[in-house]
């Protein structure tokens, strides 16, 4: 019996434990899918900063948060962020001069000694930063590639299994019980033995 007291025991623990690890991961998970990929519902579109082009203002390894815009709403000082060749490379960098005739930007980033050397085009416009988080741009890329994505899904496995893990516990334990109140009820003396001696003692 002490044993199986035990056994309960330990269950109750590495379920109030699984219940909190639980609950810890799940908070993460939502806060950084909300961060990552929520903040599209409202319109804005995360970006990874990958170089120090545009230090101090945003540090690399930052996640930069773009609205997209019309290029008629750009103003000179205004930092965008456009697709800056065939490749589809995306760079954030500061609109220093405006060429509205021939529907260019000229930029320059922040930390560079010089401006760009072409010009962007309207169309390639995406947006401006309107946020910025710093590192957590470390953390996008990194679930968006290899290996970081195999370890995301293994974690979000883990976190399946730790879910479902308490409930089966539980009734793990309560299958337990059953059988120990079985086996006790089975080790109690049969009522029909105990009915059968006072009936031979009255023969006798």
């Known amino acids: 019996m002490q044993r199986g007291g035990k056994d309960e025991s330990l269950r109750r623990y590495i379920s109030q434990l699984c219940y909190r690890v ?14 990552l990929v929520g903040v599209r519902l409202v319109g804005l579109r995360p970006m990874c900063v990958l170089s120090g082009s545009m230090e101090p203002t945003y540090h690399t390894g930052s996640l930069i948060y773009v609205k997209p815009c019309a290029p008629e709403d750009v103003q000179v000082g205004d930092a965008i962020t456009f697709v800056l060749n065939e490749d589809l490379d995306v760079v954030t960098h500061r609109v220093i001069s405006i060429d509205a005739e021939n529907e260019h930007f000229y930029t320059q980033g922040d930390a560079n000694d010089a401006p760009d050397g072409a010009p962007v085009y309207f169309k390639n416009l995406i947006g401006r930063p309107v946020f910025t988080i710093p590192y957590l741009g470390y ?44 086996r006790a009820q089975a080790d109690k003396p049969g009522d029909a033995s105990d009915a059968k001696n006072p009936g031979e003692n009255m023969e006798k």
């Open 22 to 35: 639980t609950t810890v991961l799940v908070i993460l998970v939502v806060i950084l899918a909300l961060l």
């Open 139 to 182: 953390v996008s890329h990194w679930v968006s590639n290899p290996p970081g994505m195999y370890l995301a899904i293994a974690l979000a496995l883990v976190l399946i299994i730790l879910t479902f893990l308490p409930d089966m516990l539980r009734k793990a334990s309560e299958a337990d019980a059953r059988d120990a109140a079985r």
